[in-house]
């Protein structure tokens, strides 16, 4: 009886491993997205927006002396939205130094970019935006000002706090894309 059960566990072990092996390719990490949902900005600044309910609203912690920067952290999805908020002819901050400075700042990523897609929108209240989408290995992704062009200038920059590769981002980078069109859509200046 047990040499019948070991041959048939021979002839079971020696048929079963005849097909060709193909290693599975690197999967990528499963990120669940939350439903659209959008708040006013409750921060008493000199600019006011719709955001996700899915990004906490915090002051930045790079320049403390800059009141009015805030980050959207979006926390489950490791990504933050850096706003740089200007008001223009204040300490120098003419319109021309400021726009020189915004595409300078996504110049310097040409070096790691594949490509840099600018577009200029005009949201509804009239202002005017250029939105920046960079492909490649690049630390920002996505990149945007909009400016009334005489008192106010805000810029935002998309950021992720991870060494994933961005192909594996890719969802999450498309939705906060999303979430900041929507924002530049509802911003408005104060003065």
Not at 84 to 111: F, P, R
Request: with cysteine.
């Amino acid at each position: 009886m047990r040499s019948a059960l070991a041959i048939l566990f021979l002839g079971i072990m020696l048929t079963s491993c005849q097909g060709d092996y193909f290693p599975k390719p690197k999967g990528y990490n499963r990120i669940d997205l939350p439903e659209r949902e959008f708040t006013m900005l409750k921060e008493d600044k000199p600019f006011t927006f719709e955001h996700s309910k899915h990004a906490h609203v915090e002051p930045d912690s790079f320049n403390l002396t800059e009141e009015n920067w805030v980050n959207l952290n979006y926390r489950k999805l490791g990504g933050k939205v850096h706003l740089t908020y200007l008001e223009l002819e204040t300490n120098g901050k003419d319109l021309k130094s400021v726009l020189n400075d915004a595409i300078n700042l996504t110049a310097k990523h040409q070096v790691k970019a594949y490509g840099i897609e600018e577009s200029i929108a005009l949201t509804p209240k009239g202002y005017t935006g250029v939105v920046a989408e960079l492909s490649g290995e690049v630390p920002t992704q996505f990149q945007f000002f909009v400016t009334d062009s005489t008192k106010n200038f805000l810029r935002g920059a998309l950021y992720f706090d991870t060494a994933m590769k961005n192909d594996s981002l890719g969802p999450a980078i498309e939705y906060i894309k999303v979430d900041m069109a929507h924002l530049m859509n509802t911003l408005e200046f104060k003065n």
